[in-house]
């Protein structure tokens, strides 16, 4: 075959799971054959949504990022505050709409670059997760910068939890670490997220969303 079959075909940047690949079987004598995309390993991270910002906005959602086409899902990102001393917190989201209610049980631990002390935050039946530490509003420190594992939040029929590993700059200008967990106390299919400041805005924000593959 000619390689101006491939290199003439005018290209397409968007695949699909039916789109097919002419490969060369080396198990049987090298004969031509298509290969789906949907038959392709895709690894175990799958971007499903991202969102990006450099100018103040009030607080980051997200819906319909929770599905059944994963269980397990890993999000990443950093945001500063704008008000030096405002703590961040998090809600579920369901249908468009913030999940309140006094379900969200959380135990937090941090450690700061000024003391060897460890400090304990730990809240039950309240109405969001609570970082329970102010942080600087300083963009060039970066307030807040976190990976959060969410277990299962769209089964509807048990509890879903949350793993939080950060590393954050609080108001007085010493970096430390805060690492914990999340359960909500009742069984709700969420299909998103709200992270939003105690107090005014963020400076700007950063955040993707991946699924987790199974295999």
């Not at 450690?111 to 102010?134: E, P």
């Not at 420190?141 to 769209?154: C, L």
């Not at 007085?172 to 998103?192: E, I």
């Amino acid at each position: 075959l000619p390689t101006s079959i491939i290199t003439g075909a005018s290209e397409k940047t968007t695949l699909v799971d039916a789109d097919k690949f002419l490969i060369a079987d080396s198990a049987d004598s090298n004969a031509f054959k298509h290969v789906q995309k949907s038959n392709l390993p895709s690894g175990s991270l799958n971007l499903i949504n991202s969102y990006s910002s450099s100018s103040q906005i009030a607080n980051v959602s997200f819906d319909n990022v929770f599905s059944s086409t994963y269980r397990n899902y890993m999000v990443l990102g950093d945001m500063t505050t704008e008000t030096s001393g405002a703590t961040i917190e998090m809600r579920y989201r369901n249908g468009g709409s913030d999940e309140g209610g006094n379900y969200y049980n959380q135990y937090l631990t941090r450690y700061k670059t000024d003391t060897d002390d460890r400090y304990k935050h730990r809240t039950s039946s309240v109405n969001s997760f609570r970082s329970g530490t102010g942080f600087n509003n300083n963009t060039t420190n970066v307030s807040f910068s976190f990976k959060m594992i969410f277990f299962n939040p769209n089964n509807g029929s048990t509890w879903s939890k949350m793993y939080l590993t950060s590393v954050f700059v609080d108001n007085d200008g010493f970096s430390g670490q805060l690492n914990g967990m999340l359960t909500f106390s009742a069984a709700s299919a969420h299909d998103g997220f709200k992270i939003f400041p105690s107090a005014n805005n963020f400076y700007n924000a950063r955040i993707r969303i991946y699924g987790l593959s199974d295999s």
